[in-house]
């Protein structure tokens, strides 16, 4: 791949950056600095992703990520994703994205369309904090994507003044259980400039969890992990640590 590093491989995986634009811009968020601008695609650069993707027979899954992907417009997604279906050893297609949940009309006939028209399972990431987030449009948008065999699941950051409570992290993860979502991963805060008023302490989020465990049944209890640059994926928190 050229120096643009818009793909990244783990493994099995491999995380496409497909645009650097995103909805909303969270101010806890730990890629708040990193430079989109300088990651743009270009046809070239598409062209050259779908053929690193095709040559790597260990992969089987294809995240988009940003920014966030659905910001793209779905003539250029559905095209990603036709192409995507087209490599033999490519089984699913994961999106990460919070526009079904700050624009839920951003769920519209042509999203449903290439998302589930093809063979690959595709999975959509959501990030709700609060349970205050799924208004009855978000519920809606949401029931959309269940309905056309869409796999939902949702992460969190644990927020000090925002769901850094037990009985509220209960409440969201029925509310999203009620919205057709499982609960995916609960994010430990990450030190970023301009945010330390959210910081929750690691040893907090433990509590957290395991008062959900007694709150919640097993399925509906997200699991606790960071985020740490270079790894291959999200680092479990050990609960009894």
Same mark, same amino acid.
Request: one cysteine or more; glycine letters at 4%.
């Given at each position: 791949m050229p120096a643009t590093g818009l793909i990244r491989k783990y493994d099995s995986r491999a995380l496409l950056m497909v645009t650097g634009q995103c909805a909303i811009n969270c101010r806890y968020c730990f890629r708040r600095h990193f430079p989109y601008e300088d990651h743009r695609l270009s046809p070239e650069d598409r062209t050259q992703a779908i053929k690193t993707l095709s040559e790597d027979t260990r992969l089987n899954e294809v995240i988009f990520s940003g920014g966030d992907p659905l910001v793209a417009n779905d003539r250029l997604l559905s095209a990603w994703a036709e192409a995507l279906a087209a490599i033999p050893h490519i089984r699913r297609l994961r999106v990460h994205t919070r526009l079904p949940v700050v624009i839920p009309q951003r769920v519209t006939d042509s999203l449903i369309k290439w998302l589930s028209g093809s063979r690959l399972q595709a999975v959509v990431v959501i990030h709700? $904090?609060?349970?205050?987030?799924?208004?009855?449009?978000?519920? !809606? *948008?949401? #029931?959309?994507? &269940?309905? +056309?065999?869409?796999?939902?699941?949702?992460?969190? =950051?644990?927020? &000090?003044? %925002? $769901?850094? $409570?037990?009985?509220?992290?209960?409440?969201?993860?029925? !509310?999203?259980?009620?919205?057709? =979502?499982? @609960?995916?991963?609960?994010?430990?805060?990450? @030190? %970023?400039?301009? *945010?330390?008023?959210? #910081? =929750?302490?690691? $040893?907090? *989020?433990?509590?957290?969890?395991?008062?959900?465990?007694?709150?919640?049944?097993?399925?509906?209890? @997200?699991?606790? %992990?960071?985020?740490?640059?270079?790894?291959?994926? &999200?680092?479990?928190?050990?609960?009894? +640590?």
């Amino acid at each position: 791949m050229p120096a643009t590093g818009l793909i990244r491989k783990y493994d099995s995986r491999a995380l496409l950056m497909v645009t650097g634009q995103c909805a909303i811009n969270c101010r806890y968020c730990f890629r708040r600095h990193f430079p989109y601008e300088d990651h743009r695609l270009s046809p070239e650069d598409r062209t050259q992703a779908i053929k690193t993707l095709s040559e790597d027979t260990r992969l089987n899954e294809v995240i988009f990520s940003g920014g966030d992907p659905l910001v793209a417009n779905d003539r250029l997604l559905s095209a990603w994703a036709e192409a995507l279906a087209a490599i033999p050893h490519i089984r699913r297609l994961r999106v990460h994205t919070r526009l079904p949940v700050v624009i839920p009309q951003r769920v519209t006939d042509s999203l449903i369309k290439w998302l589930s028209g093809s063979r690959l399972q595709a999975v959509v990431v959501i990030h709700v $904090n609060h349970p205050a987030e799924l208004d009855a449009d978000t519920q !809606r *948008a949401l #029931e959309r994507l &269940k309905a +056309a065999g869409i796999t939902l699941l949702n992460q969190s =950051v644990v927020l &000090k003044g %925002v $769901n850094d $409570n037990a009985r509220v992290l209960a409440e969201l993860s029925e !509310r999203l259980f009620e919205c057709g =979502v499982l @609960p995916y991963y609960l994010h430990a805060f990450d @030190p %970023v400039a301009g *945010a330390h008023h959210f #910081e =929750v302490s690691d $040893n907090k *989020a433990r509590d957290l969890v395991r008062q959900l465990i007694t709150l919640l049944p097993g399925f509906l209890v @997200p699991r606790l %992990v960071r985020e740490i640059p270079g790894q291959s994926g &999200k680092t479990p928190l050990d609960l009894f +640590a």
